[in-house]
């Protein structure tokens, strides 16, 4: 199995507090960013204490209320399942910061890490607030709900996005890349994928590779995996019949969304 691909490990880590996924630069080729998911029972708490770390804690699915103790954001969310379509409620916690996160209802939280080292203040990301997207055409049509963009300056290296691509299309498509610190042609942003389906036994075909293929995988992702891109192009196809969500964290040394599309494959966003 690609070293790239993880498979959710679940872990009580208190009682009622599940660790599914856990990815830190001491366990993965990433050092920018860091993920967790988390399954919490109702009435649980998660706690986190932050050094020099920023933390954008989203509320995947379930109602939660998140405190840093100064201020407290009670019952938020606004789903039961990603499927369901509709954006859903963050909160930006900040470095050298404490938090708390209490279950109201069964939920699953994604905790979602990158450096800092300027506290900035603790935010609730409102679902409403959440930056609507429709992109691509043909085949290559998906929805975006830009969560933490870089055009939000509420954090200092974390990006925030969940992306759902309909059965028969692809996203992340035309491949694209961008692991080059190369302003104003490309950023360095390491990536995360989060993937779920809907039907749950679907898969999708996830590819990262580099122009050079010296890194090139091709996987078969499927509900509740997590896929690790330290460079390269990373495009998702899902097959006929099947939904697709993925959440992705990105940071690096900029906070700047500036990709670069594979030349061979460019031509895809000029069709009419
Ligand atoms: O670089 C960002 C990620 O690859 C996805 O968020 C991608 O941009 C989603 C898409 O546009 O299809």
């Given at each position: 199995?690609?070293?790239?691909?993880?498979?959710?490990?679940?872990?009580?880590?208190?009682?009622?507090?599940?660790?599914?996924?856990?990815?830190?630069?001491?366990?993965?080729?990433?050092?920018?960013?860091?993920?967790?998911?988390?399954?919490?029972?109702?009435?649980?708490?998660?706690?986190?204490?932050?050094?020099?770390?920023?933390?954008?804690?989203?509320?995947?699915?379930?109602?939660?209320?998140?405190?840093?103790?100064?201020?407290?954001?009670?019952?938020?969310?606004?789903?039961?399942?990603?499927?369901?379509?509709?954006?859903?409620?963050?909160?930006?916690?900040?470095?050298?910061?404490?938090?708390?996160?209490?279950?109201?209802?069964?939920?699953?939280?994604?905790?979602?890490?990158?450096?800092?080292?300027?506290?900035?203040?603790?935010?609730?990301?409102?679902?409403?607030?959440?930056?609507?997207?429709?992109?691509?055409?043909?085949?290559?049509?998906?929805?975006?709900?830009?969560?933490?963009?870089?055009?939000?300056?509420?954090?200092?290296?974390?990006?925030?996005?969940?992306?759902?691509?309909?059965?028969?299309?692809?996203?992340?498509?035309?491949?694209?890349?961008?692991?080059?610190?190369?302003?104003?042609?490309?950023?360095?942003?390491?990536?995360s994928y989060y993937h779920e389906m809907n039907p749950r036994q679907g898969f999708v075909f996830q590819r990262v590779y580099t122009d050079d293929r010296s890194l090139d995988e091709t996987m078969a992702v499927e509900n509740g995996?997590?896929?690790?891109?330290?460079?390269g192009y990373h495009p998702v196809g899902v097959p006929d019949g099947y939904e697709s969500y993925y959440l992705n964290v990105m940071a690096g040394p900029k906070r700047i969304w500036k990709f670069h599309n594979e030349p061979t494959?460019?031509?895809?966003?000029?069709?009419?």
């Amino acid at each position: 199995m690609s070293k790239l691909l993880r498979k959710p490990n679940p872990k009580e880590t208190s009682p009622g507090v599940i660790n599914v996924h856990e990815v830190t630069s001491e366990n993965s080729p990433l050092e920018y960013v860091g993920f967790k998911v988390v399954d919490l029972a109702p009435g649980s708490t998660y706690k986190e204490e932050l050094g020099k770390v920023e933390c954008c804690i989203v509320a995947l699915t379930g109602k939660i209320t998140v405190s840093d103790h100064d201020q407290v954001f009670e019952n938020i969310g606004t789903r039961e399942s990603v499927f369901e379509k509709k954006p859903t409620d963050s909160v930006y916690v900040s470095n050298d910061r404490t938090f708390e996160v209490k279950a109201v209802s069964q939920a699953r939280v994604v905790l979602c890490y990158s450096p800092s080292y300027k506290q900035l203040p603790t935010k609730l990301i409102k679902a409403e607030d959440n930056g609507i997207e429709h992109r691509g055409k043909y085949s290559n049509q998906r929805l975006v709900h830009n969560i933490l963009p870089d055009s939000d300056p509420s954090a200092n290296s974390l990006l925030v996005v969940e992306v759902f691509t309909e059965s028969g299309n692809w996203s992340s498509y035309p491949p694209h890349k961008h692991d080059q610190d190369n302003l104003p042609d490309e950023s360095f942003l390491e990536e995360s994928y989060y993937h779920e389906m809907n039907p749950r036994q679907g898969f999708v075909f996830q590819r990262v590779y580099t122009d050079d293929r010296s890194l090139d995988e091709t996987m078969a992702v499927e509900n509740g995996d997590v896929v690790l891109v330290p460079a390269g192009y990373h495009p998702v196809g899902v097959p006929d019949g099947y939904e697709s969500y993925y959440l992705n964290v990105m940071a690096g040394p900029k906070r700047i969304w500036k990709f670069h599309n594979e030349p061979t494959h460019e031509w895809i966003l000029n069709r009419k």
